[in-house]
């Protein structure tokens, strides 16, 4: 596909909370990996330029070390890589991000619980974004019940919301009745858990429940499935393989076409650090699958 003719408006919009995005977003987590940051720098502006107005990121997005594992040389962190490449912000640019994990380079991963090391994480990434307020923040959850309630930790981030710190709130990696839990203490406009054609489709009823109560449901790790930080591996499932071969395009290109038919309310944020897979995911936007198609992919 020509590269003027790749846009992600070809996705379509949702409301999130008050602000307006275009359902195909960008993922920063792997911008980090590669040592060259003009290179992560270029290929923020290029996705912006395709329309791209919904980033996805966290102050633990870190390399070396950090969720990817790998890289050498200074710190770099999506967060400020996407401050060197953007601010002053477009008006339109939505920037979510995560708090509730952290990372140390000696320490390792942390877990934010009292209401102080949340603030903390807040204040980090509004550092490092340089900004005066999060657009949206999420909750991010480990597995297991943790040793704090979720309304305690979410309790925490809707008072730094009402003080003004926060546009938004989601949760991340949360099951149906986490969701419940907080109902009552603060809007919820989005949630993001692993989902994907091969990958947990035990959600599929939650991403349904999601859109009906006008909550949007963000996947992470859509291309990946069960590979997450690893990567999508080269083996496809038939089924992907047969649909991508019908419409002359490429398996994780079907893998986020799919990702998209699942409701208006699905947001996809691929992420990549290289500009020919930017271009392809982008342009997955335009791909329209058939009933039959969907079918196959279960």
Known sequence: M?????????????????RVVRRMGFGSMRITANPDRE???????RAVRWGVNHIDTAAFYVSPGGALRVG?????YAT????AALAP??????IATKVGFGYDPVGGFTEALTPAQLRAQVEENLRRL?????????????????????????????????????????LSN??????????????VVCVQNNYGVDAYREQDAFVRACGERGIAYVPFFALAGTGREAGAGADQAEAVLSVARAHGVTPHQVRLAWTLHQGPHVLAIPGTGDVAHLAQNI????????PEDLTRLG
């Open 39 to 45: 290179r992560a720098i270029a290929l923020l502006r």
């Open 174 to 187: 949360v099951r149906p009745e986490q969701l419940d839990e907080v109902a009552g203490i603060a809007p």
């Open 89 to 94: 912000y477009p008006e339109d640019l939505v």
């Open 72 to 76: 050498s040389g200074p710190a770099r």
């Open 2 to 18: 020509p590269t003027d003719e790749i846009t992600a408006a070809a996705a379509g919009t949702w409301t999130l909370g008050d």
């Open 283 to 290: 342009a997955a936007a335009s791909v329209r699958l058939t």
């Open 80 to 83: 400020e890589l996407i401050r």
């Open 130 to 170: 340089g900004l005066n307020q999060l657009d949206v923040v999420n909750l991010r959850l480990g597995r297991g019940p943790g040793p704090v309630p979720l309304a305690d930790r979410f309790g925490a981030l809707a008072e730094l919301r009402a003080a003004g710190l926060i546009r938004h709130l989601g």
